[in-house]
């Protein structure tokens, strides 16, 4: 770091995790070390990219409804009964072993603390999160055993939608095929994603670019190496979840690049998902 840069970062402990707040020319953000987990992005306009639940619990004790969490080595319930919903990167403790910081941008590596189960795995994860004017979060993973693995995974972000949701839609996913999770049906999407009920879908598509659109608000995200983009709002669904704040679902989208299709990483060898906005 240079003497004229104006890179800060502040630690605070809540429980057993720890939140990291970084100020910078271009930004400022929260990380939670907790999940590996980017809780706020804001460049210099002042407006947060990222939705927060008022009612997430912030101590290490579940899952942070909010933010950007991780969903690794598997998407969604697991098939071997038992398992938390979503995989074990977002219940993990992490720790940032290297920090590249300049006038023009911070990345983090970070990879689980040396007691966490999750090392125990054959894959092994590395979060990469840089952040200038723009945050890119990057999820390597590396099989370390000798047979290939099966892996799917998602970058669970929920964005902050600055316009109501019923005027928010979601560009470039026009004409593609999704698995509806809510009736077990496979539907095309006609023109781009309005959202005016619970929506919970996998979308196949591989678009690295999409947009949300609100009333004069527009967000560009982009992603590699995913076969899949999850649309999900629970609606008056959130009302169930106690870490869901009752009227947040006004103002929040959850779109998350993603591998669902089946994928396999072969021995000794890297993958990489990235998501961008
Ligand atoms: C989405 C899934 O990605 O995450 C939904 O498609 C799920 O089915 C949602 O309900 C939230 O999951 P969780 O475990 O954080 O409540």
């Known amino acids: ?34 999940g590996a ?52 990167a977002r219940t993990a403790h992490w720790q940032i072993t290297e920090t590249t910081e300049n006038n023009e941008s911070v990345c983090l590596t970070l990879t689980p603390v040396d007691s966490s189960a999750i090392l125990k795995l054959p894959l092994q994860l590395t979060v990469r999160i840089t952040l200038s004017d723009t945050a890119q979060i990057e999820l390597i993973t590396t099989n370390k055993s ?28 026009e004409n593609t095929e999704y698995a509806d999770k809510l009736t077990n049906e496979t539907k095309q999407q006609l023109g781009s994603v309005t959202i005016n009920t619970s929506a919970d879908r996998v979308y196949l598509s591989r678009t690295s670019q999409l947009e949300l659109q609100g009333q004069g608000d527009k ?14 709002n629970p609606w008056l669904g959130a009302k169930d979840m106690a870490d869901f704040d009752d009227e947040g679902y006004k103002h929040m989208l959850c779109v998350e690049m993603a591998n669902t299709q089946g994928l396999t990483i072969a021995p000794e060898q890297s ?3 990235v998501q961008r906005f």
Not at 46 to 65: E, F, H, Q
């Open 1 to 34: 770091m240079t003497a004229e840069s104006t890179v800060k970062f502040v630690k605070n402990k809540v429980g057993e995790n720890t939140l990291l707040t970084i100020n910078h020319s271009r930004f400022s953000a929260q990380l939670s070390l907790y």
């Open 146 to 173: 000798n047979e290939p693995q099966p892996l799917s995974q998602a970058i669970h972000s929920y964005f902050y939608c600055p316009s109501i949701i019923e005027q928010t839609k979601l560009v470039g996913l």
């Open 271 to 273: 993958f990489t998902l």
């Open 37 to 88: 987990q980017l809780l706020s992005f804001v460049p210099t306009d002042n407006k947060d990219r990222l939705w927060l639940s008022d009612t997430a619990v912030l101590d290490g004790s579940k899952p942070i409804r909010g933010g950007v969490p991780i969903c690794w080595p598997w998407f969604g319930p697991s098939v071997e009964k038992g398992l938390p919903q979503h995989g074990y």
């Open 219 to 232: 967000l560009v995200i982009s992603g590699e190496n995913h076969d899949s983009v999850v649309v999900w």
